[in-house]
């Protein structure tokens, strides 16, 4: 069983950054691959990013390749989503998930099991 817990959203400007982490539980960690998703009022989930567990393998969904970075540091438990050059249509909540099946990371929501409850990203235009 894993526990995740998002942090680091708010309100920010178009143009600004935002670092989102993901603290999770559990001994197993460094062997989860971990996901960023994001939803919108009204839109499907979205996936944003993707790590496996050494960090030699990310997966970016198209819509924030060259703005967003993932990273992870297993000896903290936790995965970290840079968000730079930030944009109002980035607006969402955020969730991290832990997927401990796959060796990399999938951009599909279904090959994840465990998911946080989110963090609100807010950028004003």
């Known amino acids: 069983q894993v526990q995740l817990v998002e942090s680091g959203g708010g309100l920010v400007q178009t143009g600004g950054s935002l670092r989102l982490s993901c603290a999770a539980s559990g001994r197993t960690f460094s062997s989860y691959v971990m996901g960023w998703f994001r939803q919108a009022p009204g839109k499907e989930r979205e996936f944003v990013s993707g790590i496996n567990w050494g960090g030699g393998s990310t997966l970016y969904g198209d819509s924030v390749k060259g703005r967003f970075t993932v990273s992870r540091d297993n000896a903290k438990n936790t995965v970290y989503l840079q968000m730079n050059s930030l944009k109002p249509e980035d607006t969402a909540v955020y969730y991290c998930?832990?997927?401990?099946?796959?060796?990399?990371?999938?951009?599909?929501?279904?090959?994840?099991?465990?998911w946080g409850q989110g963090t609100q990203v807010t950028v004003s235009s």
């Open positions: 998930a832990a997927d401990q099946r796959n060796w990399s990371p999938r951009g599909n929501e279904e090959a994840y099991e465990y």
